[in-house]
């Protein structure tokens, strides 16, 4: 009798294990189920790396892909193709599609109870202007670099474009390639690259200086065209003379930076580096944008200088930088850019606000400073009837070869807060070189939010 009472125990035991299992089971399958069956390589919703089902449309709703059964087929313009060519992906997987499989289980039409119902049903509208992506595009015309410029209130990138790209129903012969025109070319630079920032990396020490130095304001800086630091000179561009504060920002005096950055030190520089987000990476749809670096030291005070200048070793991202912009712009927090904003049924964007990089205060010295920039340096007819703060820079890279120029800043504007940042490698000075570019995409920007 004990020995059947034990057994009954036992099989009693394993039924309601069977139960607890199927019950986690259903449980996950509920929450779960959709991720599983757009599991990567999942044969039924993929082909090779790419998803075989879905639409993929501008902020207008110009198409930019349509993916089936048979395949991907892109813009009808072949800028447009070549422009959003790092976002949507090819049909090798050279440059892998990461907005479209991060938001995989929204776009395969999948269900509950159907399963797969409908393998194409998804449409994925992003935030992106195809004609900005187009402009910046044709702005870069044949340079390597990027142009990004998103809405640091919502977070909506408008423009994100990488350079030089190709076009993915005209595959060139890359690897066959000598001329050095496809360099880097599977890179979408603004996301995965980082670049010696050059002086607009002044911005970091700026704050920094506003911060932590009570006389910063009554000051007057000489500057005779180069100083020593550490036994060693650091040249300016000019011979700016009797300089303040205010002024050297304006005209990015190396003399007066470097001296800040010395007298400020490494672990101010350092700190404020972190603070403000240049040594941090950003997640969104997909992607991570790479992590800047920055490793100011005082055991050597003219890199130190250099590093406050933005030369030395230091990283910054392009996609972060635009956020930092938009801190400035914004009282000192900016939203985290986004890419896809609907799937319709499925997802809707929300604006997610970063931790706040500065204080309301710096923040609203900063951008007056930087509108202060426009204003007597870069020129106001460049962006006619907006208020654009911003700072240039030249990072010097390979002796012998241009310096990369590179242009960040923000328009503050309430119909039209947006932030930019744009690199062009090996192309001379940032101010020349991209104020034409930033200029022509900012309108387009401009027309595109303007639109109902
Ligand atoms: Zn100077």
């Known amino acids: 009798m004990r020995h059947v009472s034990r057994r009954a125990a036992v099989v009693l035991l394993l039924a309601g294990l069977v139960l607890a299992g199927l019950l986690v089971f259903l449980i996950q399958y509920v929450f779960q189920a959709k991720s599983w069956a757009?599991?990567?390589?999942?044969?039924?919703?993929?082909?090779g790396n790419n998803l075989t089902a879905g639409t993929v449309t501008d902020r207008g709703g110009e198409l930019l892909l349509r993916s089936d059964e048979s395949g991907?087929?892109?813009?009808?313009?072949?800028?447009?193709?070549?422009?959003?060519?790092?976002?949507?992906?090819?049909?090798?997987?050279?440059?892998?599609?990461?907005?479209?499989?991060d938001h995989a289980a929204d776009m395969i039409g999948f269900d509950l109870v159907q399963g797969l119902y409908h393998s194409s049903s998804g449409t994925m509208q992003l935030s992106l202007s195809a004609a900005a992506n187009t402009t910046a595009y044709q702005q870069l015309a044949g340079r390597h670099g990027c142009v990004a410029v998103y809405n640091y209130r919502t977070g909506e990138i408008l423009c994100l474009v990488s350079a030089p790209s190709y076009d993915p129903d005209n595959m060139p012969d890359i690897e066959g390639d000598s001329s050095g025109q496809y360099d880097g070319v599977y890179v979408n630079r603004p996301v995965a690259g980082t670049y010696t920032p050059g002086s607009i990396f002044k911005l970091v020490t700026a704050a920094a200086a506003l911060e932590q130095l009570d006389d910063l304001d009554t000051r007057t800086f000489y500057c005779g065209g180069v100083t020593e630091i550490g036994g060693k000179p650091v040249h300016c561009l000019n011979v700016h003379g009797s300089i303040t504060f205010r002024e050297a920002l304006a005209k990015s005096c190396n003399v007066v930076f470097g001296q800040l950055a010395a007298e400020l030190g490494a672990d101010t520089i350092n700190g404020y580096a972190a603070a403000l987000g240049i040594t941090q990476s950003l997640s969104f749809d997909g992607l991570r944008t790479a992590a800047g670096s920055m490793q100011a030291d005082d055991s050597d005070p003219w890199e130190l200088a250099w590093a406050g200048i933005g030369q030395s070793t230091d990283l910054i991202n392009p996609v972060q930088y635009m956020t930092l912009m938009g801190a400035i712009a914004n009282g000192g927090q900016a939203a985290l850019p986004y890419l896809v904003a609907e799937i319709p049924g499925q997802y809707q964007a929300e604006t997610t606000m970063l931790p706040a990089a500065l204080s309301q205060q710096t923040a609203d010295r900063l951008a007056e400073l930087m509108i202060n920039n426009v204003q007597t340096v870069y020129g106001s007819w460049n962006f006619p009837s907006v208020t654009v703060g911003a700072k240039s820079g030249t990072a010097e890279q390979d002796p012998g070869r241009l310096a990369n120029a590179t242009f960040a800043g923000f328009m503050q504007d309430e119909n039209y807060p947006l932030a930019f940042v744009a690199v062009v490698e090996h192309a001379g000075s940032g101010s020349e070189v991209c104020i034409p570019i930033i200029s022509a995409v900012l309108q387009v920007c401009i027309q595109q939010l303007a639109q109902p």
């Open 38 to 47: 757009a599991f990567p390589g999942s044969p039924h919703v993929y082909r």
């Open 72 to 101: 991907r087929s892109y813009a009808a313009d072949e800028t447009l193709r070549k422009a959003t060519l790092h976002l949507l992906g090819d049909r090798y997987g050279y440059i892998p599609s990461n907005v479209l499989s």
